[in-house]
C-alpha cells in the first residue's frame, strides 16, 4: 500500500469517478454510453470499499471481497443491460435515448 | 303432540322452487309440471294430516285447543325480546294450512292444462311453488317479524306473477302498483311491529296474545293523541294488513293485479294472499280485542263494512269478467273485516271470530271456483269482457254447472258453503252493530246481483256468433272445477264452531232462523233481478243505467280512486316533493362527487407531462432527489 496518500486524497478521487459518472449518465444520449457512465459510479463505489477496508481494518478482508462481489454483479448487470441493448437495436435500429420514449405515460 | 312434520309442509314447496328455478333450462315443460303438483300433493297431504292430528285426536287439553309451537332463537335482543323461526301450530293456522294446500293443489292441477304451450312453463311453476312456501311460513310463523318476512315474501311472489306475462306493459305497470301500494302499507306494518317490541317486550304471538297477560295489561304505558300508544301500534299493524287484503282506501291493487293468469288470480288474489290481512288480525285477536276495550278493533269493523259495501257497489258495473271477482273479493274481505270487527271474546260471544274464519274457508273454496271457472271461459273464448260471451252453456256444460255451484254458494243460497259462513257473520253483527248489519244485508243483495249478472252474461244471455266454436277445457283443469265444486256444497257443513273459536274452547253453533231466511231472501231477491235483466237480451238494464245516471258512470270508473291517486302522487307529490329532491340529490350530492372526480382526472392530465419516457429524467430526478436528501441530512438533521 502506497502510504503517502491519505484517504482525502482518495476520497476526492473516487468522488470526481462518481460524480463523472452521474454526469455521464444523465447526459449522454447514446445508451452505451450510459451503461459505461453506470460502470464508472461502481468502480467508484468499489474503490470506496478498497479504501476504507484499508484505512480502517487493514488486517481484515471484507472490503476487498466485498468488491469482488460488485464487480461479479457488474458483469452481470452488464450482460443483461447488452443483451436489452442489441434486443432494442434489432427491434428499432438505434440506440438512442430519444428514441426510446415508448415508456411514456 | 308431535309438529314436526309440520316443518316439512313449508319446506316441500321451497325444494321445487329451488330445483325448478336452478334447472330451469333444462327441465323438460311436461316434468316441471309433475313435479309441482307432486310436491304439492305431498304437502296437501301432510297438511291434512296435521289438521286430523289436531283438531280430532290430540289438540285438545280439557277441550281447549292448545297452541303448540317449535322454535329456535334467530336473533336475540335482550332475554325477552328476540326474533325466534319456527312454527306455530294453533286452530286457525291448521286451518289456513288446508285452505292453502287445498287451493293449491288445484290450482298447480289446473294449471298444467291453462299454461300449456306457454313459453314460461316451467317458471310459472316455480314461482307458484315460491309463493306457496311463503304463504305457509307466513300461516305458521311463531312472531310478529316471522310474520313479517313471509309478508313480504308473498308480496314478492305476488309480483312476480302479476308480472308473469312481462311483455305487457299493462302487466308490468299492473305488478308494480301491486307491489308499491302493499308495500307503503306494510311500512305501517313494520312501524306496528316496532311499536309493539318496543312497548311490550316481545314479538312471540304466544306471549302477546294471553288474555291476563303483560303485553295487554302494558296499554296504559303511555298514550298518544287521545289513545294508546298499544291501539295506534294495532292500527298500523291493521293498515298492514288492510294493503294485503285491499281494503279501502288500499284497494286500487287489486283490480289491477287481474292482468295475471288466472290460475294466479284464483290462487293468490282471491283465496290465499289477500286473506292474509283477516288472518293477521285474527292472528292478534286478543289483542285486538282485549286493548282499550277494543277500539281498533272498531276501526277494522267500520273499514271492513264500508270496503264491503264500495266493492261490491262497483262490482254491479265492471265488464271485465275477472274485475268484477276482483271486486268481489275486496266486498268478501271486507265481510271477513267486518266479522272479526263485530266479535266478542268467550263462548257463543265470539261468533264473530268464528264466522269471518269459516267465511275465510268457504270463501277461498268458491272464489277459486269462480276464478277457475272464469279462467276456462277466458281459454274458451280468448276475451275477459262480456261482451264476447254469451250463450256459452251448450259448449261448456261442465264449466257452467261448476260456475253456477260457485255463484249459488257466494250467494248465500241453502245448503251451499257461502250460506253457512255469511249466516254466522250477518248473526255476529246482528248482535252487536246494527249498522254494520244493514250493510252485510246489503251487500248480500249485491253480491247475488253481480255474480249472477256476470253468471248470465257468460252461459245465457244474447247468443254470441263465435268465429271458432269454444270448446270445453281439458281434463285437467275441469278436475279442480269439479272438485272445487263439490267442496263448495260440503264444506258448510263442517261444524265450525267446535274446532275454532277466539277463546280456542268452541261453542256449539247453530242456526239463527229469522236472520238467514232474511239473509237467504236478500239473496234469491238479487239472483231473481239478474234473472230479469241478464237471462235473456233486453234492454231493461241500459234503462236503469240512465235512471242512475251521473252515478253509474263515477262506479263505472271506481269512483276515480285511481285517478285521484295519480293525481296526488303524480301531480303533488311527484311535482313538489320528488323532484326538488331528485334535483338536489343529481345536482348537489351526485355534482360534489362528480366534480371531485373531474378535478382528479383534471389535474393528473396536467401533471403526466412529468412522466416524459425518457431515461435520463427519471435519473435526473432521482439523483437531484438523492443530493436534496443528502443536504437534508447533512444540515439540518444532524442529530
Given at each position: ?105 | ?289 282485549f286493548v282499550e276495550d277494543g277500539f281498533a278493533l272498531q ?61 275465510l274457508f268457504t270463501h277461498a273454496m268458491f272464489k277459486a ?98 268465429k271458432h266454436p269454444p270448446q270445453e277445457s281439458p281434463a ?164
Amino acid at each position: 500500500m502506497i502510504t503517502d496518500i491519505s484517504l482525502y486524497e482518495v476520497l476526492t478521487i473516487t468522488t470526481l469517478l462518481f460524480f463523472i459518472g452521474v454526469y455521464g449518465f444523465i447526459t449522454r444520449k447514446n445508451l452505451i454510453s450510459m451503461l459505461i457512465s453506470v460502470e464508472l459510479i461502481l468502480n467508484a463505489s468499489v474503490l470506496n470499499f478498497v479504501f476504507f477496508n484499508q484505512y480502517l481494518y487493514p488486517e481484515m478482508l471484507q472490503g476487498a471481497i466485498f468488491s469482488i462481489f460488485i464487480i461479479a454483479v457488474a458483469a452481470a448487470e452488464t450482460a443483461l443491460a447488452v443483451a436489452i441493448i442489441i434486443n432494442l437495436y434489432r427491434k428499432i435500429s438505434s440506440v438512442e435515448v430519444a428514441d426510446v420514449e415508448n415508456m411514456k405515460y | 303432540m308431535d309438529i314436526s312434520h309440520a316443518l316439512l309442509i313449508p319446506m316441500i314447496p321451497l325444494l321445487i322452487f329451488l330445483v325448478l328455478g336452478v334447472f330451469y333450462n333444462k327441465i323438460k315443460p311436461a316434468v316441471s309440471g309433475y313435479v309441482g303438483v307432486m310436491g304439492m300433493l305431498v304437502s296437501f297431504g301432510l297438511s291434512i294430516y296435521t289438521a286430523y292430528q289436531y283438531f280430532l285426536v290430540n289438540g285438545q287439553i280439557d277441550g281447549v285447543y292448545q297452541s303448540i309451537s317449535q322454535k329456535t332463537v334467530w336473533m336475540r335482543f335482550t332475554d325477552t325480546l328476540h326474533i325466534d323461526m319456527g312454527v306455530l301450530i294453533d286452530p286457525i293456522s291448521v286451518m289456513m294450512l288446508v285452505v292453502v294446500s287445498t287451493i293449491s293443489l288445484m290450482v298447480q292441477i289446473y294449471s298444467r292444462g291453462y299454461m300449456k304451450g306457454d313459453s314460461g312453463y316451467t317458471k310459472f311453476f316455480a314461482y307458484l311453488s315460491l309463493f306457496t312456501f311463503s304463504m305457509f311460513g307466513l300461516v305458521l310463523a311463531t312472531n310478529l317479524f316471522q310474520i313479517y318476512i313471509f309478508w313480504e315474501l308473498v308480496g314478492v311472489s305476488s309480483f312476480l306473477l302479476i308480472g308473469y306475462y312481462y311483455t305487457k306493459p299493462s302487466a308490468v305497470a299492473a305488478a308494480k302498483k301491486a307491489f308499491i301500494v302493499t308495500r307503503f302499507a306494510d311500512f305501517g306494518f313494520l312501524i306496528g311491529i316496532l311499536i309493539i317490541g318496543y312497548y311490550t317486550g316481545t314479538y312471540d304471538f304466544e306471549t302477546l296474545n294471553q288474555p291476563d297477560g303483560a303485553a295487554i295489561l302494558s296499554w296504559t304505558s303511555g298514550s298518544f293523541m287521545g289513545l294508546s300508544i298499544l291501539t295506534w301500534a294495532l292500527i298500523l299493524i291493521f293498515i298492514g294488513g288492510a294493503g294485503k287484503s285491499a281494503m279501502f282506501p288500499l284497494h286500487i291493487w287489486l283490480p289491477d293485479a287481474m292482468e295475471g293468469p288466472t290460475p294466479v288470480s284464483a290462487l293468490i288474489h282471491a283465496a290465499t294472499m289477500v286473506v292474509a290481512g283477516v288472518f293477521l288480525v285474527a292472528r292478534l285477536f286478543p289483542m285486538y280485542y282485549f286493548v282499550e276495550d277494543g277500539f281498533a278493533l272498531q276501526v277494522v269493523a267500520y273499514v271492513g263494512a264500508f270496503s264491503a259495501l264500495f266493492a261490491a257497489v262497483i262490482a254491479v258495473t265492471q265488464t271485465d269478467i275477472k274485475r268484477v271477482l276482483a271486486f268481489s273479493t275486496m266486498s268478501q274481505l271486507g265481510y271477513m273485516m267486518l266479522a272479526l270487527g263485530v266479535s266478542g271474546y268467550e263462548g257463543h260471544e265470539g261468533v264473530g271470530y268464528t264466522a269471518s274464519m269459516f267465511h275465510l274457508f268457504t270463501h277461498a273454496m268458491f272464489k277459486a271456483l269462480l276464478f277457475l271457472g272464469a279462467g276456462s271461459v277466458i281459454h274458451a273464448v280468448h276475451s275477459n269482457y262480456l261482451k264476447d260471451m254469451g250463450g256459452l252453456r251448450k259448449f261448456m256444460p261442465l264449466t257452467n254447472i261448476t260456475f253456477l255451484v260457485a255463484a249459488l254458494a257466494i250467494s248465500g243460497v241453502p245448503p251451499l258453503a257461502g250460506f253457512w259462513s255469511k249466516d254466522e257473520i250477518l248473526v255476529a253483527a246482528f248482535e252487536q252493530n246494527k249498522l254494520i248489519y244493514l250493510v252485510g244485508v246489503l251487500v248480500a243483495g249485491l253480491t247475488a246481483f253481480y255474480i249472477f249478472r256476470i253468471y248470465f252474461g257468460i252461459f245465457w244471455g244474447k247468443e254470441t256468433q263465435y268465429k271458432h266454436p269454444p270448446q270445453e277445457s281439458p281434463a285437467s283443469m275441469t278436475l279442480p272445477l269439479v272438485i272445487l265444486a263439490f267442496l263448495s256444497i260440503v264444506v258448510g257443513f263442517i261444524p265450525f264452531s267446535e274446532f275454532i273459536s277466539a277463546d280456542k274452547a268452541g261453542f256449539e253453533g247453530h242456526l239463527n232462523y229469522p236472520l238467514a231466511a232474511i239473509a237467504t231472501a236478500v239473496g234469491l231477491v238479487g239472483i231473481g233481478l239478474a234473472y230479469f235483466f241478464y237471462k235473456k237480451e233486453n234492454d231493461l238494464s241500459d234503462r236503469f243505467v240512465h235512471a242512475f245516471g251521473q252515478f253509474y258512470t263515477w262506479t263505472f270508473h271506481k269512483f276515480y280512486f285511481d285517478e285521484l291517486y295519480l293525481f296526488i302522487t303524480k301531480k303533488i307529490l311527484f311535482k313538489n316533493v320528488s323532484y326538488p329532491i331528485a334535483y338536489f340529490d343529481k345536482k348537489y350530492v351526485d355534482g360534489t362527487m362528480e366534480g371531485v372526480g373531474n378535478k382528479t382526472v383534471w389535474f393528473s392530465e396536467k401533471i403526466k407531462k412529468i412522466q416524459s419516457g425518457r431515461l435520463q429524467d427519471y435519473a435526473f430526478a432521482f439523483v437531484s432527489g438523492v443530493v436534496v436528501l443528502a443536504l437534508i441530512f447533512v444540515y439540518f438533521l444532524k442529530n
